[in-house]
């Protein structure tokens, strides 16, 4: 049996825009995931977040169903436009309540709320303005940070700044398939080190005595096709764009240069003041971990069009491993290798695995979904985890992704991640085996 120590915090994660809908009530502004989704062929069949899993209405429901299964702890994301519609000047205190409303119900339920300030969904009126491209979009951030900590810093102790912001920076501005849909590659690269500069300001505004603040990225495990040059290579790459460009100056304040070569001929780093990097490399009280497939990468004789700006000759290579309903390949090894590696080449910070999960096709019964699939899979991941641990490995909690089906961005809701099946035509809530699975882990304290 692997075990937990008694003190591993158990939780599960949402975000805002995938299940809260009610997007144009209590004074809401629009985001640029409302635009991105309204804009045609952005989406998968037309999807939006508009009602999503209904959350905003349904949240105590929610809550108690969040209980009933014995979760410690709850990662959910603020819609930075239901507190501030505009991107700037006084909270919204409608929006502000409904977040108020939803911490208090979680502490009644001896839940702690985990919130993370931004989860893509940036104000439409700041996009309008240059988005993440331009340093003022940070400056705002810090702002919208500080209003946040002062309604919510009497019950919240635990904050994440950003979700991923590779996604946001590469995703929203290199390959346009994210919100909000530009095909930059330098503003991406722009983003990238403007959304750092918003988590350090954020940090600073909202940290004092009783406020634990980290960030959350999405990292994997890169290995190369063999040991080819032109393989090692794209493997190097890889692992710079997708892991080094974030964990570098977070961890050790500076940029590595090689991936500065890589992007040199895309832009330079004038956008980078000085003091940047010092802000940026200050310390973290937690690093969350998004992890759900490894990288296997090959080099390539023709370009290829990817979010990794300034590797224009690197492929994705099949690894011949099974694979989830978004294609993904499945592998808890990397989740293991990727742990270890953070122990091994950057300063001890305590870790989180802030999200890991599967989507797969489920099949509704009359009894229930009989995921076996993704119970495997969560199985191999928390078994990494303890594996990890017991070879020194800071890691102190793991939250499923994701408490519920939900709107998965530009694949519309196709996918499901959940371990609660919702019915979108009814909001019906029914627990998955994978969901009673979990419950007795977390009952149990290990597997």
Known sequence: ???????????????????????????????????????????????????????????????????????????????????????????????????????????????????????????????????????????RFAEYAALAHEALGDRVTHWTTLNEPWCSAFLGYATGRHAPGRREPAAAVRAAHHL????????????????????????????????????LDAARRIDGMQNRLFLDPLLRGAYPDDVLADLHEVTGFGHVHDNDLKRIGAPLDHLGINYYAPMLVAGSTTPVQSAYVGSPLVRV????????????????????????????????VPLYITENGAAFDDVVEDDGVHDAYRIA????????????????????????????????????????FGIVHVDYATQRRTPKDSARWYAEVIRRGGL
């Open 1 to 139: 049996m692997s075990t937990f120590d008694p003190g591993f915090l158990w939780g599960a994660a949402t975000s805002s825009y995938q299940i809260e809908g009610a997007v144009t009530e209590d004074g809401r502004g629009p985001s640029i995931w409302d635009t991105f989704a309204a804009t045609p062929g952005a989406v998968r069949g037309g999807d939006t977040g508009a009602v999503a899993a209904d959350h905003y209405h349904r949240f105590p429901g929610d809550i108690a169903l969040m209980a009933q299964l014995g979760l410690r702890a709850y990662r959910f994301s603020l819609a930075w436009p239901r507190i501030q519609p505009t991107g700037s000047g006084p909270a919204n205190r409608r929006g502000l309540d409904f977040y108020r409303r939803l911490t208090d119900t979680l502490l009644d339920h001896g839940i702690q709320p985990r919130p993370t300030l931004y989860h893509w969904d940036l104000p439409q009126p700041l996009e309008d303005a240059g988005g993440w491209a331009v340093r003022d979009t940070a400056e």
């Open 196 to 231: 750092l500069l918003a988590h350090s300001l954020a940090t600073e505004a909202i940290r004092d005595a009783d406020s634990h603040v980290g960030i959350t990225l999405n990292l994997t495990h890169v290995d190369p096709l063999s040991t080819a040059p032109a393989d």
């Open 377 to 416: 899979y969560l199985d191999g991941h928390l078994r990494s985890c303890a594996r990890a641990i017991d070879r020194g490995v800071p890691l102190k909690g793991y939250f499923v992704w994701s408490l519920l089906d939900n709107f998965e961005w530009s694949f519309g809701y196709g996918p499901r």
């Open 317 to 348: 290579a099949d690894g011949g491993r099974p694979r989830t309903a978004m294609g993904w390949e499945i592998d808890e090894s990397g989740l293991l290798e990727l742990l270890l590696r953070l122990k091994a080449d950057y300063p001890a």
